[in-house]
């Protein structure tokens, strides 16, 4: 994936937690066994990948409906699960705000359209590809530019 110039992986402190299933809902020690839907990738073994999305100079950023398709395609693109989507759009400025809830996690959406500006929040873990989403939100809101900023969630050292 490319990032636009400016762009950077952001890190904080090291947080190392183990994941460990009640006794009454144990699973089996093998890979093919696991239910906790961690990523391995790299050599990190982590909960999700969260992407930090800035769009500028974005278009439509105030029609209600097609950012609800947006946000579906997004879904789709990036091979998740929609569980439910609430959107709200404000006046007078015609902003939009609001969730899709995946089964992997979640994509959010505030925008301010009288300045071309959309900030996203694609988490997801498991199988889903939430980098898809990037080009989708690109093609549909004609940004001038893209800033994206990755995040390993729940890294496992």
């Known amino acids: 994936m490319d990032l ?3 762009s ?10 183990e994941c460990q299933a009640k006794p009454e809902t144990q699973m089996h ?10 990523i391995e990738r790299d050599g990190e073994r982590f909960a999700g990948t969260h992407l930090i999305i800035d769009l500028m100079q974005a278009e439509q950023l105030d029609d209600l409906a097609y950012v609800e398709e947006t946000l579906r395609d997004c879904v789709t693109a990036a091979g998740a699960t929609l569980l439910h989507i609430h959107l709200h759009h404000f006046t007078p400025n015609g902003g ?3 969730v899709a809830v995946l089964a992997e996690s979640h994509i959010s959406i505030h925008t ?8 996203l929040d694609v988490f997801m873990c498991g199988d889903a590809r939430p980098h898809e989403a990037v080009e989708v939100l690109r093609k549909a809101f004609s940004p ?3 800033k994206v900023e990755e995040h390993r969630r729940g890294r496992e050292v």
Do not use: I, L, M
């Not at 359209?113 to 959309?118: L, Q, R, S, T, V």
């Open 96 to 98: 939009v705000s609001g």
């Open 8 to 17: 950077s992986t952001t890190q904080t402190e090291d947080v190392t937690f």
């Open 4 to 6: 636009d110039e400016g």
């Open 29 to 38: 020690n093998s890979d093919e066994d696991r239910k906790d839907f961690f």
């Open 144 to 146: 001038e530019r893209v």
């Open 112 to 119: 301010w359209p009288e300045c071309g500006y959309a900030a």
